[in-house]
């Protein structure tokens, strides 16, 4: 079975730090990989999308994509408390497929 | 404003009724997903929609139906036969279902159980 696996946390990091999200994914015919944000009872909202290996940049986000070690991460440098979500990965395995990771909870202490 | 909408946003069921979830977007996206969100897991797919007239079941479609025939509209509805129906449920949408296709997803209904 098509897995996406994140660690759930919560991930506790201070205000200003960096915070490191890491994905796992089973299906080596994943062709592309996205990071959610989800605050509690909202919808995900898409942060960065990432398909090919190496890193990727976005203003605060990085993601990085490791194809042969089926390992997704996201970077976020300066975190603010407004940071605090539920972050998820996903990857998409083809035929209108995304498998989705349960998300790691992210605490950014003020 | 162009999105994703949802209705309503609380809905609660019965003991062997149907409801239904509304979902409209204005996108102009051809592809369209419901999926569920169960606390502490992932979402998983229950039915997409490539093209009007056409839908696919998910992973979890056992208990839900839909209907495709608008491109703007996908409702879903959960059945008497959907045992445990108590969850979040989220609408989306993407320009096509291709690799590089973003979803983007409609506020969500909570469906609960009296």
């Known amino acids: 079975q098509k897995e996406v696996e994140q660690n759930s946390g919560p991930l506790s990091v201070p205000e200003g730090a960096i915070a490191s999200l890491n994905c796992t994914y089973s299906?080596?015919?994943?062709?592309?990989f996205f990071w959610y944000r989800q605050y509690s009872g909202k919808s995900p909202e898409l942060i960065m999308s990432i398909y090919s290996n190496g890193d990727k940049e976005d203003g605060r986000f990085t993601a990085q994509l490791n194809k042969a070690s089926q390992y997704v991460s996201l970077l976020i440098r300066d975190s603010q408390p407004s940071d605090s979500a539920t972050y998820l990965c996903?990857?998409?395995?083809?035929?209108?497929?995304?498998?989705f990771g349960a998300g790691t909870r992210l605490f950014v202490k003020a | 404003d162009g999105g994703i909408t949802q209705s309503p946003k609380y809905l609660f069921r019965k003991e062997g009724q149907n409801v239904t979830l509304s979902c409209e977007q204005n996108l102009n996206h051809d592809a369209m997903y419901w999926y569920r969100q169960d606390p502490g897991q992932g979402l998983r797919l229950i039915y997409y929609s490539q093209i009007v007239n056409d839908f696919q079941k998910g992973d979890i479609a056992e208990g839900y139906s839909v209907s495709r025939e608008k491109k703007e509209s996908f409702p879903l509805t959960v059945t008497s036969a959907q045992k445990n129906p108590t969850a979040f449920y989220l609408c989306?949408?993407?320009?096509?279902?291709?690799?590089?296709?973003?979803?983007?997803f409609g506020p969500g209904t909570r469906l609960l159980v009296l």
């Open positions: 989306a949408a993407s320009r096509s279902g291709g690799a590089a296709e973003t979803q983007y």
């Open positions: 996903a990857a998409y395995t083809g035929g209108f497929k995304t498998i």
């Open positions: 299906d080596r015919v994943s062709q592309s």
